[in-house]
């Protein structure tokens, strides 16, 4: 059974810094074949891609909103993905959420295509939020 485990959610102050780990698990899951992202969602509102990393080459799209203040980054022997988040805004919080995919997919469409699936697997997500 595949599973992927994110932690690392929590409270930051505007400007502060948290990174979420996914930790993946179950027969075949090695993440450095496979495709992987990170996605946020706010209740009420469609779930957006925020990063996304593609198994060829490592190819990392970023949505416009996170770009320049988020790193996506993956650990083949920790089997692990993990997102860091600097300069946070009041407009960061959310549930983010690890997805990874086994099949060859572009970075983008990873993150801009969830809704038509993707993404194959997903975690239970962790909760960001910021506030002072």
């Known amino acids: 059974q595949v599973q992927l485990v994110e932690s690392g959610g929590g409270l930051a102050q505007p400007g502060g810094s948290l990174t979420l780990s996914c930790v993946a698990s179950?027969?075949?899951?090695?993440?450095?074949?496979?495709?992987i992202g990170w996605f946020r969602q706010v209740q009420g509102k469609r779930r957006e891609g925020v990063s996304c990393?593609?198994?060829?080459?490592?190819?990392?799209y970023y949505a416009d909103s996170v770009k320049g203040r988020f790193i996506l980054s993956r650990d083949s022997a920790q089997n692990t993905v993990y997102l860091q988040m600097n300069l946070l805004k009041p407009e960061d919080p959310a549930v983010y959420y690890c997805?990874?995919?086994?099949?060859?997919?572009?970075?983008?469409?990873?993150?801009?295509?969830?809704?038509?699936?993707?993404?194959?697997?997903w975690g239970t997500g962790t909760l960001v939020n910021v506030s002072s």
């Open positions: 990393m593609d198994r060829r080459d490592n190819s990392t």
């Open positions: 179950g027969a075949g899951l090695t993440l450095p074949y496979y495709g």
């Open positions: 997805a990874a995919v086994p099949v060859f997919r572009t970075a983008q469409v990873m993150c801009t295509a969830e809704a038509y699936g993707s993404m194959d697997y």
